[in-house]
């Protein structure tokens, strides 16, 4: 079903979309697996969109990038910010270079390390502003992909109880509550780390930690969705259709040189998942992590049919490819006839 609404101008957290956009941009994602790419490459011919992006990135940088050009659009942009005049003796204005930017540009793929600057750049932009990530604040185009992993393996996400492990307060689980909440998922269950000074002490405690950040336990029970907390990612694995999870951050990391970060195995046990617990639970819940991962999850889970972290990465292309051409003014849709897409202007 269509929305009445008209779809935003820029997409800077979930809440800027309602269910049935949601929806619209499922259905644009699999027009866009499905289209012959010499069909998908006609669509931004002749647009540009930039890449600004103040934090590293690997999936989402790239991910944006690849689907730009998959639809035909050239890309430009910075993965530094230290190549800008942000950070010299002038300390250019966030406001300022996306002004500069926006008359360069057909739509901006943003990633700030402050909550919020998405927000402010959308509130100066001419063009569309697409957040792919903010400070602790969202990260809307993962939690797309991520729910449309599993509402594809799971059909209808309504009779689905999902688990989340992390820290809530993060924007990728931000997002993705504020959306599975949306979504009207069955149940939520919530595995989060303590706060840092306790983690140390964590790995002989069953204590369970409760806590949501306020706006997250408002949305879901303005959405009526049931939610549950648990001390161990087996539990999760036993209950839960599909999990998502995330590393714990743990800051004494920091003082372990970065080259031998990889070799310290630091997440508790309880947050680890690993093939035996799969195996020992006869869980079939799919895993899902937006990456990067560190030690929370064992590579012996990749090759598991659990395992569809990958899988997130080549549809997250999709997902990218249906947002950018959705805020460019492209909409696809699936016909009936296989393989068939009916390509209208959006906003014609
Ligand atoms: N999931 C995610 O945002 O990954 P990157 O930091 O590599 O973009």
Redesign the pocket.
């Given at each position: 079903m269509s929305s009445h609404r008209s779809f935003p101008a820029h997409l800077v957290s979930v809440r800027d979309l309602d269910h049935d956009q949601v929806r619209d941009l499922f259905s644009g994602a699999a027009a866009f697996r499905d289209m012959p790419r010499a069909e998908a490459v006609t669509l931004l011919r002749g647009h540009v969109v930039a890449m600004m992006f103040y934090?590293?990135?690997?999936?989402?940088?790239l991910?944006f990038e690849a689907a730009a050009l998959r639809l035909g659009a050239s890309v430009m942009g910075f993965a530094d910010p230290s190549t800008t005049r942000s950070v010299d003796y002038i300390g250019e204005t966030l406001e300022d270079t996306i002004n500069v930017v926006a008359e360069l540009s057909d739509a901006i793929v943003m990633?700030h390390f402050l909550a919020g600057a998405a927000s402010r750049a959308a509130a100066v932009s001419s063009r569309p502003v697409l957040n792919?990530?903010d400070g602790s604040n969202e990260?809307p185009t993962?939690a797309l992909t991520d729910s449309w992993v599993m509402a594809s393996r799971l059909g209808d996400l309504e009779g689905a109880v999902i688990g989340l492990v992390g820290d809530p307060g993060t924007r990728?689980l931000r997002s993705l509550t504020l959306l599975l909440a949306m979504l009207k998922v069955k149940r939520m269950l919530f595995l989060v780390p303590p706060s840092a000074p306790l983690m140390s002490a964590y790995a002989s405690s069953s204590f369970v930690h409760t806590t949501l950040p306020g706006d997250l336990r408002a949305a879901l029970h303005a959405h009526g969705i049931e939610y549950d907390f648990r001390s161990d990612v087996s539990d999760l694995l036993a209950e839960a259709d599909a999990i998502e999870l995330m590393p714990i951050d743990i800051p004494a990391l920091e003082a372990v040189p970065a080259s031998l970060r990889k070799q310290h195995s630091v997440t508790p046990e309880q947050f680890r998942v690993t093939a035996a617990k799969i195996h020992a639970t006869g869980s079939k819940a799919l895993v899902l992590h937006?990456?990067?991962r560190k030690d929370e999850l064992h590579p012996e889970v990749d090759s598991l049919p659990n395992g569809l972290y990958f899988d997130q990465v080549r549809e997250s292309l999709h997902i990218r490819m249906a947002v950018l051409a959705q805020l460019c003014g492209v909409n696809p849709r699936r016909t009936d006839r296989p393989g068939a897409v009916d390509v209208r202007e959006a906003r014609a």
């Open positions: 934090q590293p990135s690997t999936r989402t940088r991910g990633r792919g990530g990260h993962q990728v937006p990456g990067p």
